[in-house]
């Protein structure tokens, strides 16, 4: 009875799983999407400096890859993902641990075909992207074969 009250409800404010979208209950796929926000967000810290250009362009890669959602909310992410982004900074060689841990835990090839290309987006998104970015990219297109 729970369920169809909960189908009811979720028709009726038309959160509804979308066709293709993976479910609430596949904890490997959210994994995968929580590692891929990780590396947006390290990115994003890759120069210091974080813009709402930049959070806007990870916000925009969630929604066009169905990832933010009822089964999934990168939104409600960024948080932790940021917590450990700002870990991974502080520790040394922690960004290169991070992106190694990050390709491990990301195995869909079509998530992994995507990925550098997501993070060079991030990291123009500011309409520049220095060194620092540029560095942290091509350690991503190393580390996903890009």
């Given at each position: 009875?729970?369920?169809?009250?909960?189908?009811?409800?979720?028709?009726?404010?038309?959160?509804?799983?979308?066709?293709?979208?993976d479910?609430?209950?596949?904890?490997?796929?959210?994994?995968?999407?929580?590692?891929?926000?990780?590396?947006?967000?390290?990115?994003?810290?890759?120069?210091g400096?974080?813009?709402?250009?930049?959070?806007?362009?990870?916000e925009?890669?969630?929604?066009?890859?169905?990832?933010d959602?009822?089964?999934?909310?990168?939104?409600?992410?960024?948080?932790?993902?940021?917590?450990?982004?700002?870990?991974?900074?502080?520790?040394?060689?922690?960004?290169?641990?991070?992106?190694?841990d990050v390709?491990?835990?990301?195995?869909?090839?079509?998530?992994?075909?995507?990925?550098?290309?997501?993070?060079?987006?991030?990291?123009?998104?500011?309409?520049?992207?220095?060194?620092?970015?540029?560095?942290?990219?091509?350690?991503?297109?190393?580390?996903?074969?890009?």
């Amino acid at each position: 009875m729970l369920e169809r009250f909960k189908a009811g409800y979720e028709h009726f404010l038309g959160l509804e799983p979308l066709p293709g979208v993976d479910s609430p209950t596949d904890p490997a796929t959210d994994d995968q999407h929580r590692a891929v926000l990780e590396l947006l967000i390290a990115t994003m810290y890759a120069d210091g400096l974080v813009s709402e250009s930049e959070l806007g362009e990870i916000e925009v890669f969630g929604i066009e890859h169905g990832w933010d959602n009822t089964a999934f909310s990168f939104s409600q992410g960024l948080g932790p993902a940021t917590a450990r982004v700002r870990d991974a900074r502080e520790a040394p060689d922690g960004m290169d641990a991070l992106i190694a841990d990050v390709s491990s835990r990301i195995t869909d090839p079509a998530i992994r075909a995507t990925v550098a290309e997501a993070c060079r987006l991030v990291a123009a998104a500011d309409d520049t992207t220095d060194e620092a970015e540029a560095s942290f990219v091509s350690k991503v297109d190393a580390a996903f074969g890009a």
